[in-house]
């Protein structure tokens, strides 16, 4: 849509992958069975912490490929063998394998254990986000040896995430006005792709190397946010802000999506991602209705609305960036207040923020 008809202020934060380590990775080191037997033992950590991430306090269990040979000619070691977390800090697997006596061996590790099918982690690995409900995380521990000088030598992992997370909130500041929303979609989001693991260590900084790349991502999907099917459904918005999601959504309404670039050229048409809010702005203490007005372009109007709504749309992309990150959390706070077809009221500001703040102004 027009800029003059939506003054926004987007604030937005980007963190590289691996930029961080999360407070609650473990440091004790299983406890081997025995001191001489040379048995492969693993151990795990997760970057960043949150409640509905996978992180080293909820990762129960993870799946391991493992190879030896050469990156052309592969040997398959440990075909997708499910690894365990036996009491606070032991992981567990069987059978047991152990360490061969003159090869290094490369490893590959992911949650959840759906995630990577039997073609195994060498190969593109197709996913469909489309239900947004699950974070997946990954490993890759290349060349490594039991002959170290110590017995059971141990792999610990330090899993990378995958995927972006959004949260999406509403809420208005101005307690003159009485906003209330009706429809939010969020469009053009792709939902399918293939993501290749990296050929290095995940382990230390992330490197164009050691980050897992998405490619050929396809599907665009339309997410409803907020359906009103009724009256009683209907949003209204105050200074508190409100998280909407997916149906579906649940914990704390976070939801995962594949990596991708973001487009906006103008008035949402064609492939643009935006934000789109459905809604009505009324005087609070009269009821009158203050927009859409006689002053609101057509291709602002909500065609058919019952209640007269009409639409705001808020690009997910800023002149800061053009894309989702893998392992950023994106929060759109979208504040609605007022715009220049209703006068002097100055209006909202919508934000998005990730993990490292840096912060871009649209007024």
């Not at 996913?127 to 030598?153: F, K, R, T």
Request: charged fraction near 15%; include cysteine; charge should be negative.
């Amino acid at each position: 849509m027009n800029y003059r008809f939506l003054s926004t202020a987007l604030s937005v934060a980007l963190l590289a992958a691996a930029a961080v380590s999360c407070s609650d990775r473990e440091e004790d080191a299983p406890t081997p069975g025995s001191e001489s037997d040379n048995a492969i033992r693993f151990a795990a950590n997760t970057e960043y912490s949150r409640v509905s991430d996978i992180t080293t306090n909820n990762l129960t269990s993870f799946n391991v490929y493992a190879y030896t040979g050469t990156a052309s000619a592969p040997n398959l070691f440990m075909d997708n063998v499910t690894v365990s977390k036996s009491g606070s800090s032991v992981w567990t697997y069987s059978p047991v394998q152990y360490w061969p006596a003159k090869e290094t061996v490369d490893f590959y590790a992911f949650a959840p254990a759906s995630w990577v099918g039997a073609d195994g982690p060498l190969m593109p690995v197709a996913y469909d986000a489309l239900a947004g409900v699950e974070d997946i995380v990954y490993d890759v521990s290349p060349d490594l040896s039991g002959n170290n000088g110590q017995p059971n030598a141990q792999v610990v992992f330090n899993f990378r995430h995958a995927l972006s997370k959004l949260t999406v909130k509403l809420s208005s500041t101005d307690t003159k006005l009485k906003v209330v929303v009706t429809n939010v979609a969020m469009t053009q989001v792709m939902t399918k792709g293939n993501f290749h693991f990296p050929s290095a260590s995940t382990a230390g900084t992330p490197t164009e190397e050691s980050v897992g790349v998405w490619t050929d991502q396809n599907t665009p999907s339309t997410y409803m946010l907020l359906w009103s099917q009724a009256l009683s459904d209907q949003l209204t918005l105050t200074a508190t802000p409100t998280v909407v999601a997916a149906a579906g959504m649940g914990r704390g309404g976070e939801m995962f999506v594949m990596p991708q670039t973001l487009t906006y050229r103008s008035n949402g048409s064609g492939q643009d991602n935006y934000i789109g809010v459905q809604c009505s702005v009324y005087d609070a203490a009269s009821g009158e209705k203050l927009w859409p007005n006689a002053n609101t372009p057509a291709e602002d109007l909500v065609e058919h609305s019952t209640t007269g709504d009409g639409m705001l749309r808020f690009p997910l992309s800023s002149s800061k960036f053009s894309e989702w990150q893998p392992g950023c959390h994106y929060i759109y706070s979208l504040v609605i207040n007022s715009n220049e077809e209703m006068g002097a009221i100055e209006f909202g500001t919508p934000s998005v923020d990730t993990f490292i703040d840096i912060e871009t102004n649209y007024q």
